[in-house]
């Protein structure tokens, strides 16, 4: 079946540490994004990818790095300068071109910094 | 800048009421509008989208309305049930840009 897999679910880091999170999709989707999700504050976009070996800043883009190298792989690096790191983190999909518009997310990886 | 807005915070209903959710947006020029819900410590589920051409979606007792020219979207929920309560989000996808924007949520507690 087609889907988004975000990997790992839980994990765990030590300040000063940098962590990269997952997220391979299956759906033969251009579009991918990166979201981040606290407590009363929605989701908030982290970075999006429209192509391959193209990304733009979303609005907390900051201490984040991503990459896309392949058309199914976005993965995320929470860098030791995130001043804030433990978060709930969500992947997302879609397709353009023919674009019938579900939003495909993954199931979410949660970061904790002790 | 590009925006999503959503009202109320919370919302707290007896069983079996009608309500309406509301979703405002700052540019009118947007691919796409969805709603979806969240349960607690859980994922997204997609309820509805409207395109950029369409006025309303229906999917059972849900019905979702877009005005572009206002920048409005409503989500109406039907004879509440309990098992709708949940937070409810809405998204745009923006024309200009693919960016994909979230409002903060609605918080429903539909009580028995």
């Known amino acids: 079946d087609g889907g988004i897999t975000q990997s790992p679910k839980y994990l765990f880091r030590k300040e000063g540490q940098n962590v990269t999170l997952s997220c391979e999709q299956n759906?033969?989707?251009?579009?991918m994004y990166w979201y981040r999700q606290d407590p009363g504050q929605g989701l908030r976009l982290i970075y999006y990818s429209q192509i391959v070996n193209d990304f733009q800043k979303g609005d907390i883009a900051e201490g984040y790095s991503v990459s896309r190298e392949k058309k199914e792989s976005f993965p995320l690096t929470v860098t030791s300068a995130q001043k804030n790191p433990t978060a709930f983190y969500l992947c997302a999909s879609h397709s353009l071109g023919g674009y019938t518009g579900e939003l495909f997310f993954g199931e979410g990886s949660r970061l904790t910094v002790l | 800048k590009q925006e999503v807005t959503q009202i109320p915070a919370a919302l707290s209903v007896p069983e079996g009421e009608n309500l309406v959710l509301n979703c405002s947006f700052t540019?009118?020029?947007?691919?796409?509008l969805q709603w979806f819900r969240q349960d607690p410590g859980k994922g997204l589920t997609s309820l509805l989208l409207?395109?950029?051409?369409?006025r309303e979606q229906t999917s059972g007792r849900l019905n979702a309305s877009l005005d572009k020219s206002s920048g409005r979207s409503t989500l109406y929920i039907a004879a509440s049930q309990p098992g709708d309560s949940a937070t409810y989000l809405c998204a745009v996808l923006w024309g200009s840009n693919y960016k994909l924007t979230f409002g903060k949520g609605t918080l429903l507690t539909v009580n028995p």
């Open positions: 759906l033969n989707h251009d579009a």
């Open positions: 540019d009118s020029a947007i691919y796409n």
């Open positions: 409207i395109q950029s051409s369409q």
